[in-house]
């Protein structure tokens, strides 16, 4: 994992699929589940993809909460 992924959660959208424009933090659990079982894809957004994947399967979306917070008063 590299130092700035979780932030990259909360303000990288997903560029492509049915949840194409959703924050990588918002998508859904069965569509992470989804990518775990076929296949992440290559390179960064695979990498980002299966960090939320487990984040989300262990119940650790509460610790990007501060980060989101962080990223509105970027805003």
């Not at 049915?18 to 069965?30: F, I």
């Not at 390179?43 to 979306?61: P, T």
Request: glycine share 10%; charged share 25%.
């Amino acid at each position: 994992m590299h130092p700035d992924d979780l932030h990259k959660l909360v303000t990288q959208t997903m560029p492509f699929g049915k949840h194409k424009g959703c924050l990588l933090a918002d998508l859904p659990g069965n569509y992470l589940n989804w990518f775990a079982r076929e296949g992440f894809p290559k390179g960064e957004m695979g990498r980002l993809l299966a960090l939320m994947h487990e984040i989300d399967h262990n119940g650790l979306s509460d610790l990007l909460k501060p980060l989101r917070s962080g990223s509105r008063a970027l805003r």
